[in-house]
Every structure is written in structure tokens, then in C-alpha cells.
């Protein structure tokens, strides 16, 4: 059953990488807390600053979709064919890019005059988190009944 809740808990995570990164890799510029946090206006930005903003606003969207791809597909395999030999890897990117995301949206946050979503991704790692500690906690109480494949009895 631990087990079960962990793979759900990762697979809205990725879900929720997955969206975001759709939003940010088809952004044509950048977000209102981004022109809140440099306090300038899209349409005031030099050509050049408005390909470079948004190459990297598309490398973060791409980040997120990589992320996803890799939770997503790790998580539902391992929920439906019951192997469980890869799933650790699920939280450990998972966990890699929203960490890393939730940083960069506090460091936003605390040393700019823009508003991002703190709160929106500050729970997104906390579900994150919850997911991985879950899936370790079901690999330990499950160890005496793994076999040598990886399969859960």
C-alpha cells in the first residue's frame, strides 16, 4: 500500500513537471513575475535579452519535461508491471529538479521585486519528498519480501 501511495505521489509530481514545462517551453516571453522581478516590460527588452530570456525560460521548460518523461514513465512502469528495480530513479530526478526549482524560485522571491509561485512549488517539493520517503520506507518494510528480480510479493 506504501508503495502504491509513493508511485501516485510521483506521478502527480510529474504531471505537474510535465504541465510546467509545456507552460514554459511554449512561452513567447517571459512571465509577469519575471517583468516584476527586473522591473521592465517585455516589450522594452532589447531583442537580444528577449532571445536570451527566453532560451533559458525554454531550457527550465525542457528541464521540466525531461523530469516528467523519466518520473512518469519509471513510476507508472513500475506501478503496473509491479518491477521495481529502476523506480528509485523516479525520485531521485524528480527530486533533483524541483529542489533545484524551488531554490531558484525562493532566491526570486527573497532578493527580487517579483511575486513567483513560492508557495505553488515550495509544495510541490514537499509532495515530492513525501513521495520519496514513502517509496524507501515501502523498499524497507518489503525487503525480506523482494526476490532477487525486484518484484514485491
Not at 517539493?125 to 514485491?152: D, E, I, K, Q, W
Request: proline share 3%; glycine share 8%; aromatic share 12%.
Amino acid at each position: 500500500m506504501l508503495m502504491k501511495i509513493a508511485l501516485l505521489l510521483l506521478i502527480g509530481c510529474g504531471v505537474n513537471h510535465l504541465g510546467l514545462g509545456v507552460v514554459y517551453i511554449t512561452a513567447d516571453e517571459f512571465m509577469g513575475y519575471h517583468s516584476r522581478a527586473l522591473a521592465v516590460e517585455w516589450s522594452a527588452l532589447d531583442p537580444s535579452y528577449q532571445t536570451l530570456f527566453l532560451a533559458l525560460i525554454r531550457l527550465c521548460g525542457a528541464g521540466a519535461i525531461i523530469a516528467a518523461v523519466v518520473n512518469l514513465y519509471l513510476s507508472v512502469h513500475a506501478l503496473f508491471t509491479k518491477d521495481f528495480r529502476m523506480v528509485w530513479l523516479a525520485p531521485a530526478v524528480a527530486l533533483m529538479y524541483q529542489l533545484t526549482a524551488n531554490y531558484v524560485v525562493y532566491t526570486v522571491a527573497e532578493f527580487t521585486p517579483g511575486d513567483p509561485p513560492l508557495m505553488f512549488v515550495s509544495i510541490g517539493s514537499l509532495v515530492t519528498l513525501a513521495g520519496a520517503l514513502l517509496l524507501g520506507f515501502a523498499v524497507v518494510s518489503n525487503r525480506r519480501t523482494t526476490s532477487r528480480t525486484g518484484r514485491f510479493h
